[in-house]
């Protein structure tokens, strides 16, 4: 790879590598964009092939959270961290409390959490050694488990696709499959079954299926037919990748409204979605929930407040709509534009400021109006 041509392709502001004989830490941080806020995102740890791959991944994450934290109205930027070691294995508090002391030492541009292979205890030895971490224990002031708020925010924009589609946020008059039924899907299925809706369910994991049929009221259906039914909804809440040239032409949903990251294999089949008439909420958005509820710790953890903030995932999946109308392309498209256009705006009034900064040095100071 070359490196600073993919990150002047990419964007990212920083990328910095942490090695820690000692500890065996070997771990590498992208700051993709500070512009809005520090750049908060998830520390995931796997045990990648090669440092490349490592790198690769890390340079794609910090970037999606740039424009998940834009899209969603947050004053925060996008970053991530990938830690180079197998989670089964490699983890010690040693690790753990070296990788806080790097952080730490970025000051307040870069923010952790969970991810991937990392677990609040995890997250509880990085903040002994620093704040700039979210996701700690309760006891700590954390937030706990995120994926009943990212639930509840998917369940937002599935009422703002609906608003768009038939003019109503009636949940309970539609039908919804629900691929994956782990932490965030089963907590969506309660959540529309309390709205009285018909909803089916698929996981691999045949336990986790009967549990939502006996506790929930859901009807099962076989993994592969997923696709098939003739729910009004899809609500992917598994792996990514599944809106692909296999399924898209199976799909007999009106709309595709779930919580998995990255469910466009790539960005065509959202255009593919638009083109056979179905309603495509962009992933980064309406999973965003959990993001929002972590980002409330930073100002004093308070649950109420996190719902609330979690209910704007309406308003922002309408605003997506609206601007793919007002300039014609796919929703995909349009949550990359929003998210742009609001870095753009905020970037440029962020310049006087440093401008003014600059002459002040300097001995001229303009004053601007309103600035101070
Ligand atoms: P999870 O691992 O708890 O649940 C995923 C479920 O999907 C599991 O039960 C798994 O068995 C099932 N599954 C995997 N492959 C499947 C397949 N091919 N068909 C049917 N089921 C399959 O994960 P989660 O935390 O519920 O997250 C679900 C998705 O939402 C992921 O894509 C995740 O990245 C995304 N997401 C989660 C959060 C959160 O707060 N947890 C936030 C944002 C995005």
């Known amino acids: ?21 000692c500890s065996g830490l070997k771990c590498i941080v992208a700051i993709h964009s500070t512009v809005l806020g520090p750049a908060l995102g998830g520390l995931r740890m796997w045990p990648y092939a090669t440092e490349g791959e490592a790198l690769k991944d890390v340079l794609r994450l910090s970037r999606g959270m740039t424009y998940k934290a834009a899209v969603s109205g947050l004053n925060l930027g996008g970053g991530k961290a990938v830690l180079i070691g197998d989670p089964e294995k490699d983890k010690s508090e040693a690790l753990f409390r070296a990788l806080g002391r790097f952080i730490g030492s970025l000051g307040n541009r870069y ?15 990085i903040f002994q050694e620093t704040d700039r971490v979210v996701g700690v224990h309760k006891v700590h002031g954390g937030s706990g488990d995120p994926s009943p708020f990212t639930a509840y925010g998917t369940l937002q924009g599935i009422k703002a696709c609906l608003e768009r589609r038939y003019g109503h946020t009636n949940v309970g008059e539609l039908s919804y499959a629900v691929q994956g039924v ?8 309660k959540l529309l079954r309390k709205e009285g809706a018909k909803v089916f369910v698929t996981d691999i994991h045949g336990e986790r299926v009967q549990q939502t049929v006996d506790e929930l009221g859901a009807e099962a259906v076989p993994m592969s037919q997923i696709y098939d039914t003739d729910a009004k909804v899809f609500a992917p809440c598994a792996l990514g990748g ?15 409204a779930g919580a998995a990251n990255n469910q466009l294999e790539s960005e065509e089949w959202g255009t593919a979605l638009e083109k056979r008439g179905i309603l495509y909420a962009p992933d980064y958005a309406i999973n ?12 004093g953890y308070d649950k109420e407040r996190a719902y609330l903030a979690v ?31 609001r870095i ?18 300097s001995g001229r100071s303009p004053h601007i109006a309103g600035a101070d």
């Open 1 to 21: 790879m070359q490196v600073f041509e993919t990150l002047e392709d990419m964007g990212h502001e920083e990328v910095v590598f942490f090695n820690s004989p």
């Open 111 to 125: 923010i952790t959490a969970e991810d991937v292979g990392t677990t609040v205890h995890d997250m509880d030895y």
């Open 182 to 189: 782990g932490s965030v899907g089963h907590h969506l299925v």
């Open 242 to 256: 599944i809106i692909n040239e296999d399924t898209v032409p199976r799909l007999r949903c009106e709309i595709v």
């Open 288 to 299: 965003a929930g959990g993001l929002m509820n972590v980002a409330i710790e930073l100002q």
């Open 311 to 341: 209910s704007s995932i309406f308003n922002n999946i309408r605003n997506i709509f609206n601007l793919a109308d007002r300039d014609g392309i796919p929703s995909w498209q349009a949550a990359d534009r929003l998210a742009e256009e």
């Open 344 to 361: 753009h705006a905020i970037g440029k009034i962020k310049m006087p400021y440093t401008k003014r900064f600059k002459d002040r040095l």
